[in-house]
């Protein structure tokens, strides 16, 4: 597997071709959990990738627990591997998980679902040539869509009472995936921008 180190904000990352690298606004995440943190807090990431969401949640609080899956073996050897190096692996488990496959419902609630999960529309792809991250990292069925309704789909069913599901998605979702949300039993409260002023990840509860 060939690999590269790479300085991303105030941690080391080792990435491959063969992994979704992540993109520089991943604090976005630390940033819209932190007013919304209880005393504890068990937090699932579904697709992690490099671990670069979890390891920076890890490294902003002390409170919590997360358990990181994703389908790619090789991202999760490597998102452990960044675990160590980051000091946060005693914070993350990391499980290869179809999206909840591997996870019970009946034994394991949680306070925080987050996810970057492929949004882009099959049908965009040429739009995005430049890109190398692995196909099935970036591409979802459904005007990219498809990914994002069977998480939605399921979270109700992970999440403890008064918890949060927050999914990244492109800015044209926003209205689309909040009548999903509706439709499944949870509660849109808030979008986030990015740098460029465009929705980037959208906050849903079960507190209604
Ligand atoms: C856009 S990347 C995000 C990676 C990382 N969270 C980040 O932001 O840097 C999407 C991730 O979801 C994973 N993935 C795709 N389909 C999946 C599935 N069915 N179940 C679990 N993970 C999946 C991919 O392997 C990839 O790591």
């Known amino acids: 597997m060939k690999s590269n180190?790479?300085?991303?904000?105030?941690?080391?990352?080792?990435?491959?071709?063969?992994?979704?690298?992540?993109?520089?606004?991943?604090?976005?995440?630390?940033?819209?959990?932190?007013?919304?943190?209880?005393?504890?807090?068990?937090?699932?990431?579904?697709?992690?990738?490099?671990?670069?969401?979890?390891?920076?949640?890890?490294?902003?609080?002390?409170?919590?627990?997360?358990?990181?899956t994703d389908i790619n073996q090789t991202a999760l050897t490597i998102a452990k591997y960044n675990a160590e190096m980051n000091k946060v692996s005693d914070k993350i488990k990391f499980i290869n998980?179809?999206?909840?496959?591997?996870?019970?419902?009946?034994?394991?609630?949680?306070?925080?679902?987050?996810?970057?999960?492929?949004?882009?529309?099959?049908?965009?792809?040429?739009?995005?040539?430049?890109?190398?991250?692995?196909?099935n990292s970036l591409y979802s069925d459904n005007d990219g869509l498809a990914d994002i309704q069977k998480i939605i789909k399921k979270s109700v069913h992970y999440l403890k009472d008064n918890s949060y599901l927050i999914i990244e998605h492109s800015h044209y979702q926003t209205l689309l995936i909040?009548?999903?949300?509706?439709?499944?039993?949870?509660?849109?409260?808030?979008s986030i921008k990015d740098d460029l002023g465009f929705n980037r990840i959208s906050i849903f509860s079960n507190i209604f």
């Open 5 to 68: 180190l790479i300085e991303f904000g105030k941690y080391k990352l080792k990435t491959s071709k063969d992994v979704f690298s992540p993109r520089v606004d991943i604090e976005i995440f630390p940033k819209a959990i932190k007013k919304l943190l209880k005393s504890y807090n068990k937090i699932i990431e579904l697709g992690t990738g490099t671990g670069a969401i979890s390891i920076s949640i890890a490294k902003n609080f002390e409170n919590i627990d997360i358990i990181a």
């Open 97 to 135: 998980s179809n999206w909840f496959s591997k996870i019970d419902a009946k034994k394991e609630k949680f306070d925080f679902i987050i996810t970057n999960p492929p949004y882009l529309s099959k049908k965009n792809k040429i739009y995005y040539s430049e890109l190398i991250d692995p196909d």
């Open 178 to 190: 909040k009548e999903y949300a509706y439709n499944n039993n949870l509660k849109y409260i808030e």
